[in-house]
């Protein structure tokens, strides 16, 4: 059975959302239920659920929950309208560096504005649900195509070793417990996997949440995916000893120049590659990349409390009193990366060394 972090049930009457709680694993499996948007707001705030695609899925679930158990968006298709907006508005402000949230809040907001003739408010939410449900299964196509197209590109463009196959390292989780299924740079490992071309795959601990050790390690030991936890500091050490054919890692924002934020840690991850002549390849849907922002240095990066560094669990591990830097991503200038992997395709540089993403929304509404 895959592993869901986001369980939700479709209901004409009452739909129900439960997300696993991710501060528990791997010592536990236990789904907590989500019935406001307080209740999302605040397992996003504390990374309950996490994962730039995961938390706007479970944030727009949580509004269609919370819409189907209370009246309280007034009498009217404008009302109804009108507190969608302010509670799309409100869970936007729980995490600010992945824009998945922003992106899927905006599209929400856009289905929900259609307006017909005389609809009543009922009927404006029952557009909103249908539209909140079908992201859940987008997720889902979108990464097993990000992972199609992502193994496929690394095949053609990695050092590859014998028989066709690679051996590859990760940062972060970017797996089923980050996304609605499958993943996207998670995703591209279990498609190298399920067409017997991966020999390895490396990841990292990912200080200081350990997304890599609680959560990668977990997902790769579920599936039996042949793999091996590292520190964070080991990554250069690994890539200078090992046969690594390509780092690959996930997005949180992606620039219209595609610069990234991801993980802290990404960036080291994505110099000590070029310098080893590793490819550096970074998995997102379409969602994650942000046309309105220019470029990397224009990103929100979230800061988080010291205790994430200066204790593990309830142990403390730092000398008391000391301070502590702690963002909770860095940004990955463009010159670094090899190829951004989305459902739509592979994007690389052209001649002059630009991504042109822009070909990826021709013909879309943003
Ligand atoms: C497909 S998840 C994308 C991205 O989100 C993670 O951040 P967090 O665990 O803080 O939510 C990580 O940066 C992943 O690469």
């Known amino acids: ?33 989500i019935h406001t948007c307080e209740d999302a707001y605040d397992a996003i705030k504390r990374m309950v659920v996490r994962g730039a695609p995961a938390i706007a899925i479970v944030a727009a679930l949580a509004l269609a929950v919370e819409l189907s158990s209370a009246s309280s968006y007034g009498e009217t298709a404008e009302a109804a309208r009108k507190y969608v907006h302010e509670r799309l508005d409100y869970l936007m402000q729980s995490r600010p560096t992945a824009v998945n949230l922003a992106d899927a809040a905006g599209k929400l907001k856009v289905v929900v504005d259609a307006e017909a003739e005389d ?8 557009r909103y649900v249908r539209a909140a449900e079908k992201m859940l299964g987008d997720d889902v196509k979108d990464n097993e195509n990000i992972g199609r197209f992502g193994a496929e590109w690394i095949l053609g463009n990695a050092k590859v070793g014998e028989e066709g196959r690679v051996a590859v390292l990760t940062h972060c ?3 089923s417990l980050a996304t609605a299924g499958y993943g996207t740079a998670l995703g591209i490992i279990r498609s190298l996997h399920s067409g017997s071309n991966l020999t390895h795959a490396y990841c990292t601990e990912t200080r200081p949440y350990n997304q890599g050790s609680r959560l990668t390690a977990y997902e790769l030991v579920h599936d039996k995916i ?41 960036y080291q991850l994505a110099i000590v590659a070029k310098y080893h002549g590793v490819k550096f390849v970074v998995a997102a849907p379409t969602a994650s990349i942000d046309m309105k922002t220019a470029s990397g240095k224009d990103i929100v990066i979230e800061h988080r409390s010291g205790k994430e560094v200066t204790h593990v669990e ?53």
């Open 1 to 33: 059975m895959s592993l869901q972090a986001i369980l939700y049930t479709p209901s004409t009457t009452r739909p129900t959302l439960q997300i696993l709680d991710q501060l528990k694993l791997p010592h536990e499996s236990v789904y907590v239920p």
């Open 119 to 126: 609809e009543s408010a009922e009927m404006v939410v029952g």
């Open 173 to 175: 989780n970017t797996g």
């Open 226 to 266: 042949p793999a091996t936890l590292i520190t964070d500091s080991m990554a250069s050490s690994l890539m200078n000893l090992k046969s690594v054919a390509a780092v690959i890692v996930g997005a949180d924002r992606v620039a219209a120049n595609g610069d990234t934020a991801n993980k802290i840690g990404t």
């Open 314 to 366: 309830t142990v403390v591990t730092a000398a008391r009193g000391i301070n502590v830097y702690n963002p909770s991503f860095d940004v990955t200038p463009k010159d670094l990366i090899d190829a951004i992997v989305t459902e739509k395709g592979v994007v690389v540089k052209n001649a002059g060394g630009d991504f042109d993403l822009s070909r990826l929304f021709w013909g879309v509404q943003r």
